[in-house]
């Protein structure tokens, strides 16, 4: 039986999915999205903390114990095992929770143990990830990152196609309950018009749908 951590992590995923669905089909019946506000300058919250998600690589230290001390990734389920403790659920929680739980774990074969967790392989949780879909030269999921903007996502998928209508893409909000909004990627890179650079959010989900001509 999963831990309410993992449990709430899959309902999150499904969720996330629903919203994609729903805003592909929205967006498929209608030809322009001019009634969308303007995507946020900016969006960026400062007291952001990195969740540890399914491949990501986890060093854990423990303090005067090299022997317990190994770097190991994060399986599918969420759940990492390193020596003495098997299936400790990592996903959902930052790398200070993470540390604490190993030590409660240890705590059961060694004294006052001390624990220091690093990730140094970032994917981040499912519902944290940024999805770019459509028209992007390589659409895929990204691992969020503090004050990450739309210019950082478009290098990172290579620009937008010949065939893209750039100026006619939606950001979907996920942290706002699927709100849509419109940004300008064709005046962002083909125009290099700074004013159309914009935050990112952990969760958004950026659609480029193809030109009509």
Sequence with gaps: MLPESGIGAMKGAK???????????MLAGCAMHRGYPPAPKVAASPDYNYLIGPGDTVNVIVWR??????????RPDGKITVPLVEDLQAIGKNPTTLARDMEKALSKYIREPVVTVVVTNFVGPFSQQVRVIGEAARPQALPYRQNMTMLDVMIAVGGITDF????????????????LYSVRLKDLIRDGDISANVDVKPGDVLIIPQSWF
Aim: glycine letters at 10%; proline letters at 5%.
């Design 164 to 179: 893209a209508d750039g100026n006619r893409a939606t950001l979907l909000r996920t942290s706002e309950g699927g709100k």
């Design 15 to 25: 969720g996330l999915i629903l919203l994609v669905l729903a805003a592909i089909f």
């Design 65 to 74: 114990n090299p022997d317990l001390s190994t770097s190991v990734p994060v």
